[in-house]
């Protein structure tokens, strides 16, 4: 009985420090599981590789301060960057080009699910 406690506090130790760690990326995310989703979706669909591996832009556009801002089209228009450019963006790329970018965006196939936590993921980025 003399060793029962310290061993029972060294396996809640364990649990807890298991608990803290993702079990697919090293640094810690304090990002709400949709959005954590969507990062790693993003990652695993190559969006990072044109958008940045902090997603601060590349070839394409950064996604920094993305959401709410105003975007400025190929066409001369503004839209609002909210959630139904966003998803239409990545639905369909060609929809809305935005203004400044020689290279187009590939279209990808991803569910509307997927989509949407990679729209809930850019929004953290303020
Ligand atoms: C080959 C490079 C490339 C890849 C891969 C790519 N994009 Fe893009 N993306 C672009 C470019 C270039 C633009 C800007 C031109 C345009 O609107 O098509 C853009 C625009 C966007 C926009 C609108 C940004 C704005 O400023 O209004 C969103 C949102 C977006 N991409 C999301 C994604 C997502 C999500 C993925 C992965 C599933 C992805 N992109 C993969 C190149 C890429």
Request: with cysteine.
């Amino acid at each position: 009985m003399k060793r029962a406690l310290p061993f029972t506090a060294v396996l809640a130790l364990a649990f807890g420090l298991a608990a803290c760690g993702s079990p697919s990326s090293s640094t810690p995310s304090d990002l709400p599981p949709a959005a954590e989703e969507g990062r790693q979706l993003s990652k695993n669909n190559g969006c990072a590789g044109c958008h940045g591996s902090n997603f601060g832009g590349g070839v394409g556009p950064t996604w920094q301060g993305l959401s709410g801002s105003s975007v400025s089209l190929a066409n001369g228009e503004k839209v609002l960057a909210d959630r139904a450019y966003l998803i239409e963006s990545i639905k369909n790329p060609n929809a809305k080009r935005v203004a400044g970018f020689s290279s187009a965006m590939p279209a990808v196939s991803l569910t509307d699910d997927e989509i949407s936590k990679i729209v809930d993921f850019i929004e953290t980025l303020k």
